[in-house]
């Protein structure tokens, strides 16, 4: 969606879809705090969807193949796509591992081929552990290939019935060919930018150099994930998928920190509102600027104090996908704001965008670059 499809309503800029306004205030935000659940969040004890994402070749089999050789990896379910006519990687995990609980999604590229195949493939997932009488899942890992956009498999992911499971995104990064190139960069970026964990692999053969480089590359992309930097490939894979390891507190401390960004195409944005920001208010500019930077928005992620609550609410979008926002417990001392990671967007369309909000309704928004300088 792009800024032609906004259009004028009560003197403010306006996206149609109402989208995000709809998804909160049907779970009672601005007008309870009670029983909000994100579906992008970490919560002990709750069975867990994880998004293996990455680009071509960079260690996502080889990362879920060392992860399934581990004992506690045996209440896994696994879904692999591949881009390609025949499922290597459905191969490769399956081989020798005859009671792997696995579904194949073939038919090209999920984020573009992904209809009811992805929903099929869950259900099938789930009737045959309920069949063979193992008790539910810890944890289903959907493989996806190395070209396929996470964007588009969220939203479907979303519109799925989860009752139980949460969802957590993780990207591998080569780190002996960490940067993009032209022609992969848009999906590159979203992978990584998605991400709530960056793993890096083939660093026991990447040089100090390498890995330094890689890191630069995880931290511009996005500095809010977690970042996995493990030569063993099984304490790496544990690191990955074992709750113990994941970080659950969002370091939004950090974001204040963020250095500039020196990628010419990639921008990370603050915008902090002067004071509590009334709840449609918040929506309407969300929604605002989901429909001004379309699929150049990459990651949402923030807490923000909204009118009337005691408790801060947090945000957190892949794309232009956000996860139902929950409340959070916070002191008084933690940064509030939302961090945003954009391609190809700069400050003065991000500043233009709140100009005919009120003032109190109007978030400041500073880019890394600028606030470095
Ligand atoms: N030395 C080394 N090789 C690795 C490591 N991780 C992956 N590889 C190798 O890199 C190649 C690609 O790894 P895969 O795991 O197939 O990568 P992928 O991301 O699943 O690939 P696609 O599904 O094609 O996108 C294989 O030859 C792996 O053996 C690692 O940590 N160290």
């Known amino acids: 969606m792009g800024p032609q499809h906004l259009d004028r309503h009560q003197g403010r800029l306006r996206v149609r879809s109402g989208r995000i306004a709809r998804r909160c205030r049907g779970n009672g935000v601005g007008t ?83 209809g009811d195949d992805l ?10 552990r309920r069949q063979s009488g193992a008790g539910g899942f810890h944890r289903i890992v959907l493989e996806t290939s190395g070209l396929a956009m996470p964007g588009p498999i969220l939203r479907s992911l ?46 026991d053969r990447a040089g100090t150099d390498q890995v330094t480089a890689a890191g630069c590359v995880a931290k511009q992309f996005n500095p809010a994930a977690s970042r996995i930097v493990e030569v063993d490939r099984t304490a790496r894979a544990r690191a990955v998928f074992d709750p113990k390891y994941i970080e659950t507190a ?35 500019w969300l929604e605002d600027l989901a429909g001004l930077c379309g699929d150049r928005l990459l990651r949402t992620k923030g807490l923000v104090a909204v009118a ?27 940064k509030r704001g939302i961090v945003i990671i954009a391609r190809d967007v700069d400050l003065p369309e991000l500043t233009a965008l709140s100009a005919d909000y009120p003032e109190d309704a109007r978030p400041i928004v500073k880019s890394s670059k600028s606030r470095a300088a």
């Open 158 to 203: 979303m519109r799925y019935d989860w009752a139980e499971y949460r969802l957590r995104i993780v990207s591998t990064l080569d780190a002996l060919a960490p940067m993009a190139e032209e022609v992969t960069f848009s999906i590159r970026s979203a992978q990584l930018t998605a991400a709530r964990s960056i793993v890096f692999t083939k660093l």
């Open 250 to 284: 969002m370091p939004l401390s950090q974001f204040e920190a963020i250095a500039a960004t020196d990628h010419s195409r990639l921008g990370v944005f603050f915008a902090e509102w002067p004071t509590a920001v009334a709840w449609s208010d918040l929506t309407d």
């Open 32 to 114: 309870t705090e009670g029983g909000l659940t994100g579906i992008v969040g970490a919560r002990e004890a709750v069975p867990e969807f994880v998004l293996l994402t990455g680009s071509l070749g960079s260690g996502k089999t080889t990362l879920l193949c060392d992860y399934l050789s581990l004992p506690e990896s045996a209440d896994t379910g696994v879904i692999v796509n591949e881009a390609g006519e025949i499922n290597v990687d459905g191969a490769i995990v399956s081989s020798g591992r005859r009671d792997l609980p696995m579904t194949l999604l073939g038919n090209g590229c999920v984020c573009c081929s992904l």
């Open 308 to 334: 009337g609550a005691s408790r801060c609410l947090l945000i957190d979008g892949v794309g232009a996908t956000f996860a139902e926002p929950r409340w959070m417990e916070l002191d008084h001392s933690t």
């Open 119 to 128: 929903h099929s493939a869950i259900d099938e997932l789930l009737v045959v």
